[in-house]
């Protein structure tokens, strides 16, 4: 096989491809492969597909006889008559590479198609930054290379990671005496995800290393990549600086593509498919066939896109230098103001763990377009954004954030909103506060917002604001006190047909009457808070109902059933994405787990480290009571277990995120009561229902209606009606007659 060069360069030469070992194998392949005509390497500028195109060749030196390469030369298009005549002569199978198939020099599809017709022993491999769109064309997308995990700094670790392998090579020819260490390790592993591994990127900054340590590198690319330039003097000169390899991406694109490319750059951490809009789908597509946006992760089914170094800061550098930075800023922020302002109407519905798991990937850009609102001076709008981030951000546990910017959009040296408005922002700090466990600060925030909103009548904020106070006066241990409020705050509640808070309000209030011994009441109010919560698909106020429903359980001795009310709790909070509440359910489930006598010690002590881990990143505290069970719990665990076990187990729980947390609970065998020592064959058979459950269900099967058990059980019809629904579901019968069969197999 010989190769023959045309136009503006040669097949490129350099050392050993890093990292590319499985891509040669597998484009050799394809290339050998008698189906494939054309066959075009995609990827971003600066990843590296001309070195891959150049690095194949000598695989595949058997397979023909003939190979052209084409490199791009300045205004000329690729495709030339030279080179096709040069083809036809051919007798065998030729390969035509095309490197550089973008702007001026892309072929046009129908001149390529029809070559591939003319030319049937002919396979044409290219490489370009979209696809050529030919009919019968193949893609092998080539991405930058991978880069370690937020964090790392262990030298062992970092060595596999091809991105920092390619970096370290390069800095040693710049500067012969760099290695790696554990001084420099954590810097490296910065630069190389500073720079999203892109293989050019990587060997600019290496050539830093003359002038900069690593660790001053790491903070200038923090600020902006696109000051990195060098390379050799015979590499293109879209190849010889950041700056000017992003300006030849962005190249030519259409108007709509650049004004979205133009926006999307300032997202922090990404964005959704909801930022966008159905409008700008199109555009977006082309962006990522472009391969200016990258598709980063996907999760629960939705796509997060960022737009990738240095695009993003040379889109950046344009937009404050033409002055449209502002302008660009404004459009987020009030796109983000309008998203937030749109879902929170879908956060108490069938909707909800959907909108909360989407607006948790779109905090840090929620956070961007609070800061940009509070810098132009428009305090009510950022007032109106805040509000809307209630809920996901006591879910996401972004609590002393979210208390901070309480405090700083009704501070008294600047613009106030309206009453209305600091009468909300007060009364979500107090929520943001009991959250934290500062049950003193909470109570004083929500009586002030109380006092704040007398003037305006608002009789449903003036309740949801009670019963606020009623939660935050149960975390403070004032038990008459918080009974009094939420009396009154969920009468009113449901009066004027409030069903969330109601229910929220609800379930407090049947913690409260349990505590001071109302079992009666307070199970009553228990199961309509569960009912409503479950008729609305509310999934964190279920979830709410349901850890009651286990405490419940526990004070009558069915650790079973407490199990199964907690295990429904942590899937809630898998669906939902759960943060802010997550640490007590773990704890409430890791001494559930102790009553059922299970020997899961190691995970136990795992889960309580994931917990404490978790809390301390909250910067929750944790109160006297709970601290005191679960230091005696610790202690038990560390008595029962080798001290090389617990350490261990302590590490492990360390490195668990909350995602694995509720994994690593949810993977518990599921008890059964003879591994608990139960032997009552009524418990055998019902381990699902509470004693009032089976009451129910007993008096249906002997054929009473649901006025008649009210009247026998001296409860409201509506509460029998509840219980009828939980017997039906949790003995997964259908209809009356299905649950007294089942009852009748307990006498």
Known sequence: ????????????????????????????????????????????????????????????????????????????????????????????????????????????????????????????????????????????????????????????????????????????????????????????????????????????????????????????????????????????????????????????????????????????????IAAVGRSGEGALEALIDRNLVDVTEQEQGEPRFTVPEPVRSHLLDESAASGRLDAVRDAHAERYRKLLAGTEPRLSGTEQAHWLRTLAGESANTEAALRRLEERGEREAAAGLLLACRLPWLVQGRLREGLEWCDRLTAEDGPAPATALRVRLVDLAGCFATALGEPADAVARHRRALALGKELGDRRQAAIGSAHLGEALLAAGDLPGAQSVLVTALATLESVGAAAPAAEAATALARVLRAQGERRKARELLDRAEESCRRRRDSRGLAQALREAAAFAVEEGEPLVADRALRECLRLAEATGERGELPVLLEEFVLNLGRLRLEQQPRAVRLLTAAQALRSALGARLGEPRATALAELRSGLETRLTWHAFATARAEGRRLTPAGAVTEALSTPVPTLEASGADSPAEIETPALTPRQIQVAMLIAEGLTNRQIAARLEISEWTVVNHVRQVMRRLNCTSRVQVAWSAGRWT
Not at 102 to 117: G, M, S
């Open 1 to 272: 096989m010989s190769v023959t060069p045309q136009q503006g360069q040669a097949p490129p030469s350099g050392g050993e491809l890093v990292g590319r070992a499985l891509e040669l194998l597998q484009l050799a392949a394809r290339l050998q492969d008698p189906t494939v005509r054309l066959l075009t390497l995609t990827g971003p500028a600066g990843v590296g597909k001309s070195r891959l195109a150049a690095q194949v060749l000598p695989r595949v030196a058997d397979a023909f006889e003939r190979v052209r390469w084409i490199g791009p030369a300045a205004g000329a298009p690729l495709l030339d008559a030279p080179a096709v005549a040069e083809l036809r002569a051919v007798t065998g199978r030729g390969l035509l590479v095309l490197d550089g198939c973008d702007h001026e020099a892309r072929p046009a599809a129908e001149e390529l198609a029809r070559l591939l017709a003319e030319l049937p022993g002919t396979v044409v491999l290219a490489t370009c930054l979209e696809p050529l769109r030919v009919y019968g064309e193949r893609l092998q997308p080539v991405r930058p290379l991978p880069v370690p995990e937020p964090g790392e700094g262990d030298p062992q670790a970092l060595r596999a990671v091809p991105s920092v392998e390619l970096f370290v090579r390069r800095a040693r020819d710049a500067a012969p005496g760099f290695d790696l260490t554990a001084e420099n390790a954590a810097a490296v592993g910065q630069v190389c995800a500073r720079l999203g591994g892109l293989p050019l990127a990587l060997e600019l900054a290496a050539e830093r290393l003359r002038l900069f340590p690593v660790h001053l590198l790491a903070a200038r690319l923090r600020e902006r990549t696109t000051g990195l330039a060098g390379g050799p003097a015979t590499a293109p000169e879209r190849h010889r600086s950041l700056a000017a390899l992003a300006a030849w991406s962005c190249h030519g694109l259409p108007a709509e593509a650049r004004t979205l490319l133009d926006e999307a750059a300032v997202h922090q951490g990404g964005f959704g």
